[in-house]
């Protein structure tokens, strides 16, 4: 009877320890439109895959691709608040807007498409971030003036999963053509970074987690102690009676 008592205390307790370990999590949607820290243009003079000038936007002819140079734009975003590893990414937007194709010091045409690159980022220009991006996705440019969505939900997660200070995105054409994005002579710069997410609250025992926790520990010293207190009832008893057959 006493085994059973006991491994019903050592159940008692791994089952309260179990919920109490346990995590009690919520999840919070959020939306965030975040800014760019940092908006600036490269250029590679000598199309070989390396940028090496950079250019503000206020001075930039825009995104280009021409057989012996390539201009591409770029925004870095600080994602140090609010984001934590606790967050997870449902949606990230990479918004800006077509300005103008009437470049006149190229005057090469619409590129038709134009793709965007995701990189780890610094929070500062640097040529040497033309190389670095890695294809994300792309947007068809038909002539006018609107808005530009790309995609960057994936890379954006594994950004925050990785806990990166800063994402960064190029801009580049995909084809031979100029197009001019915002900032382009003074105009507004429109780019945003616009995140969906679930924000997944820290691990927390329930209040009636922590009283089954400690009420089952409760039963478990109890039965200890009652368990102790017939061992040393019996271990007289046993000895008496050997006595008595000798």
């Known amino acids: 009877m006493s085994n059973l008592y006991h491994k019903i205390a050592i159940a008692s307790v791994c089952t309260a ?20 820290t940092t908006a600036f243009a490269v250029r590679d003079s000598n199309s070989d895959g390396l940028g090496d000038l950079l250019i503000s936007l ?5 995104i280009r691709k021409a057989a012996q140079v390539e201009d591409a ?13 606790n967050t997870v990414v449902n949606s990230a ?13 190229v ?9 965007i690159f995701g990189y780890v980022g610094n929070g500062t220009a640097e040529t040497s971030d033309f ?4 294809f994300l996705s792309s947007v068809n440019t038909p002539f006018g003036t609107y808005d530009l969505a790309f995609d960057v939900t994936q890379f954006l997660n594994q950004r925050v999963r990785n806990a990166d200070a800063f994402a960064g995105f190029g801009i580049r054409a995909l084809n031979l053509g100029n197009v001019a994005l915002g ?20 691990p927390v025992p329930e209040p009636t987690t922590i009283f089954g926790s400690a ?9 200890k102690r009652k368990k102790s207190s017939q061992q040393h009832k019996t271990t007289p008893m046993r000895l008496i009676y050997g006595l008595t057959r000798v």
């Open 17 to 36: 320890l179990g919920f109490a370990l346990g995590a009690n999590e919520e999840a919070y949607s959020a939306t965030f439109s975040l800014q760019p």
């Open 58 to 62: 206020e001075n930039t002819i825009g």
């Open 73 to 85: 734009e770029f925004a870095e975003f600080n994602l140090s608040f609010p984001f934590t590893p």
């Open 93 to 105: 937007v990479f918004y800006t807007r077509i300005a103008t194709f009437e470049v006149s010091e």
């Open 107 to 115: 005057g090469i045409g619409n590129p038709g498409s134009l793709g």
């Open 131 to 134: 190389e670095a991006g890695t």
């Open 183 to 202: 900032g382009y002579r003074g105009t507004p710069i429109a780019t945003r970074l616009i995140v969906e997410t679930d924000i997944v609250a820290e």
């Open 215 to 223: 009420l089952a520990l409760g039963l478990g010293g109890w039965l």
